[in-house]
């Protein structure tokens, strides 16, 4: 099977962000000595306790699409995203590209389940 590409920062997926607070909506920086490993990619978190609510479900705090801008997946590209800006879909967490010019969760919210379908056929292609 093949590797799934992650978008990682030194190792670190959502650029060393808590998955826990990204989820719940307030993206905060994790703490270096509070981490977890989850399909080799480090996780920081603010808190054991988030800590231990990840370990119990990885896969549902884990980022969709590897981390990379779920917009830009589902139009074939793999785009560094921002923590900052991120949706809960279908209880999955999706992360987008921002910057003080763009937020391409705007263009997600447009049509989210065209772009989440279009999303599944490109990510099955890029991986």
């Known amino acids: 099977m093949k590797k799934q590409p992650q978008y990682l920062e030194s190792g670190k997926a959502l ?11 307030i993206a905060t920086m994790g703490k270096e000595n509070i981490t977890a490993v989850y399909e080799t990619a480090i996780y920081q978190f603010n808190s054991f306790e988030n800590k231990k609510v990840f370990e119990e479900t990885p896969e549902k705090y884990a980022p969709k699409y590897g981390g990379y801008c779920s917009i ?3 139009e074939g590209s793999l785009v560094e995203a921002n923590p900052h800006s991120a949706l809960i879909q ?11 010019n763009q937020d391409t ?3 997600w919210n447009e049509n989210p389940i065209e772009n989440k379908r279009r999303a599944e056929i490109e990510w099955a292609k890029l991986i």
Not at 15 to 25: F, L, Q, R, T
Not at 90 to 100: E, M, P, Q, R, T
């Open 15 to 25: 650029k060393g962000h808590d998955p826990i607070s990204v989820y719940a909506g």
């Open 72 to 74: 830009a997946i589902s």
């Open 90 to 100: 279908d209880g999955v967490l999706h992360v987008f590209y921002k910057d003080a």
């Open 105 to 107: 969760q705007d263009e």
